[in-house]
Nanobody, 123 residues
């Protein structure tokens, strides 16, 4: 079984930056895709970014493209999310996820999830 643990969340002012980390342990073999999702109170979980081909291919949601950068190593089930130019609308619980087969930005593509790390952006 694969376990994912996120870290790096916190509070930051608008325009600031944070870097989230995700580390996998247990059965890391066969991981095809790593992704980040977020969920704000009262809203559905949304895909933010995903990575596959051992980090060579990435995709982003329109809301974060150009501001966030995903990186990682699928062979080690690790991933990072560099978040720059943060906006109050980015405040949410951020989750790391992994998949053995699909790599979209749909929640249903992923079978393993971390517990999340909180990001708050406010002045």
């Amino acid at each position: 079984e694969l376990f994912l643990v996120e870290s790096g969340g916190g509070s930051v002012q608008p325009g600031g930056s944070l870097r989230l980390e995700c580390v996998g342990s247990g059965n890391i073999y066969g991981t095809y895709c790593m992704a980040w999702f977020r969920q704000a109170p009262g809203k559905e979980r949304e895909g933010v970014a995903s990575l596959w081909s051992n980090g060579l291919t990435t995709q982003y949601s329109k809301r974060v493209r150009g501001r966030f950068t995903i990186s990682g190593d699928t062979t080690k089930a690790t991933s990072s999310l560099q978040m720059d130019s943060l906006e109050p609308e980015d405040s949410a619980m951020y989750f790391c996820a992994s998949s053995r087969r699909l790599c979209g930005l749909l929640e249903s593509d992923y079978g393993v999830w971390g517990r999340g790390t909180q990001v708050n952006v406010s002045s």
